[in-house]
């Protein structure tokens, strides 16, 4: 099973910051990770596909890099609206699996 | 549109069985390279991965639960079933059911929870 580990955990930040989330798989799964936004009760959003590409409708401050083991999220310019829990999930290899998870408040 | 709507019950005893119905629109499970899967997420933590069914009806399972998962689909009705035997209290969550379209999970429901307690 491929494990993914997401950092940190847990994120403050203001408003207009950039934030960055990072995602390390346990071996390397090419560009088949994905990123999705989940808001308190409510069910999780597709971001970024593929490692960079970004789902349609999806605000232009979030983007997507990395390749093999590494990748990150980035969102720059943070609004209010992008409190959420972070998750990357990689869908190169059974059984899919999910992130742990990165909350990010808003000061 | 795309929609996907999961239904069942919101509660269930421990040794039973749960059975939930993802009903979509907006997509034909008989097109090469759709698939369904459903996914569930325990209160305050994160997703888990259950099980995939392919346009061929091929069948993929998390390897931690495939003896107690069997899923299928209904093209006609547009619908996907989950089932999932003998229920434990651990298996308390929402479940959502999602389009995998290119192995990516592009849509999903809205979830449904699910609380196991006698």
């Known amino acids: 099973e491929i494990v993914l580990a997401q950092s940190p955990d847990f994120q403050s930040v203001t408003p207009k910051e950039r934030i960055t989330i990072t995602c390390r798989a346990s071996?390397?799964?090419?560009?088949?990770l994905h990123w999705f936004q989940q808001k308190p009760g409510q069910s999780p959003k597709l971001l970024i596909k593929?490692?960079?590409q970004s789902f349609s409708g999806v605000p232009s401050r979030f983007s997507g890099s990395g390749s093999g083991t590494d990748f990150t999220l980035t969102i720059d310019s943070l609004e209010a609206e992008d409190a959420a829990t972070y998750y990357c999930?990689?869908?190169?290899?059974?059984?899919?699996?999910f992130g742990q998870g990165t909350k990010v408040e808003i000061k | 549109q795309i929609t996907l709507t999961e239904s069942g019950p919101t509660l269930v005893k421990p040794t039973q069985t749960l059975t939930l119905t993802c009903t979509f629109s907006?997509?034909?499970?008989?097109?090469?390279?759709?698939?369904v899967g459903w996914i569930r997420q325990p209160p305050g933590k994160a997703l888990e991965w259950l099980a995939l069914?392919?346009?061929?009806?091929?069948?993929r399972y998390s390897p931690s639960l495939k003896s107690r998962l069997t899923i299928t689909k209904d093209t006609s009705k547009n619908q996907v079933v989950l089932t999932m035997t003998n229920m434990d209290p651990v298996d308390t969550a929402t479940y959502y059911c999602?389009?995998?379209?290119?192995?990516?999970?592009?849509?999903w429901g809205q979830g449904t929870q699910v609380t196991v307690s006698s």
């Open positions: 071996q390397g799964i090419a560009t088949s």
């Open positions: 999602a389009l995998d379209s290119g192995s990516i999970f592009d849509h």
């Open positions: 593929d490692a960079s």
């Open positions: 069914i392919y346009w061929d009806d091929d069948k």
């Open positions: 999930h990689q869908s190169h290899a059974l059984p899919r699996t």
């Open positions: 907006g997509f034909s499970l008989s097109t090469v390279g759709v698939a």
